[in-house]
């Protein structure tokens, strides 16, 4: 089946510093990759996401890179902000099948002044 | 550019009440999806629609929740009796199929508390 497997949470830092929340997955066809954001309060928006392999997503100083030879797609970013705090969510889509999105079980992260 | 629209965002209501939720996706898309959120486990999906067909509703909880989706413009989930355990934020999002595999558009949520 398809699922997705993310860094457990809470991760807390400091401003500034460099954050990687890693996920890997399982998938029976050839999934897209995303990775969602939500703000307290919010629903979830898009942040990045990668179609194929090698492709790299990015977006607001956020980058994951969709690795197929271990199944990964960590997201990275160089130096966090306050303002980055939120609950990240790893996800896929396959083509194939039922075309609903897998998540992962999110990642709180809390940036500290 | 509107986005997903759902409706109430805040609903309170007593044990045993019928509840319904509301949702408009975005104008052109033939996805729509139904997640809940609680803490203990996440984000699950409750059921989606192609094209206005329920394609996959094996998350449904049980016979007293049920959703619908008369067109392409609205899409209502209903608890029917509520329950406590049903406390949550309701999610709908929607999206392009296809080849495109295009990203889900959530709305804000519902957050239900069933007293």
């Keep these: 089946g398809n699922s997705v497997t993310q860094m457990e949470g809470p991760v807390t830092l400091s401003e500034e510093a460099f954050l990687t929340i890693n996920c890997t997955y399982t998938a029976t066809g050839y999934p897209s990759l995303f990775w969602y954001v939500q703000y307290p309060g919010e629903g979830l928006q898009l942040l990045l996401k990668a179609t194929k392999a090698d492709d790299k997503g990015s977006n607001k100083g956020f980058e994951a890179t969709y690795r197929k030879e271990t199944t990964s797609f960590h997201l990275e970013k160089g130096s966090v902000q306050v303002s980055d705090s939120a609950v990240y969510f790893c996800a896929l889509r396959v083509l194939q099948g039922a075309q609903k999105l897998v998540f992962g079980q999110g990642t709180r992260l809390t940036i500290n002044p | ?115």
Excluded at chain 2, 46 to 55: A, D, K
Aim: charged content about 20%; glycine content about 8%.
């Design chain 2, 1 to 115: 550019d509107a986005g997903v629209i759902q409706s109430p965002r805040h609903e309170v209501t007593e044990m045993g009440q019928e509840v319904t939720l509301r949702c408009k996706p975005i104008s052109g898309h033939d996805y729509l999806f139904w997640y809940r959120q609680t803490m203990m486990r996440g984000l699950e999906l409750l059921i989606y629609f192609n094209n206005n067909v329920p394609i996959d509703d094996s998350g449904m909880p049980e016979d007293r929740f049920s959703a619908k989706m008369p067109n392409a413009s609205f899409s209502t989930l209903k608890i029917q009796p509520s329950e406590p355990r049903d406390s949550a934020v309701y999610f709908c999002a929607s999206s392009l199929g296809g080849q495109s595999l295009a990203p889900l558009h959530f709305g804000n949520g519902t957050r239900l508390t069933v007293t």
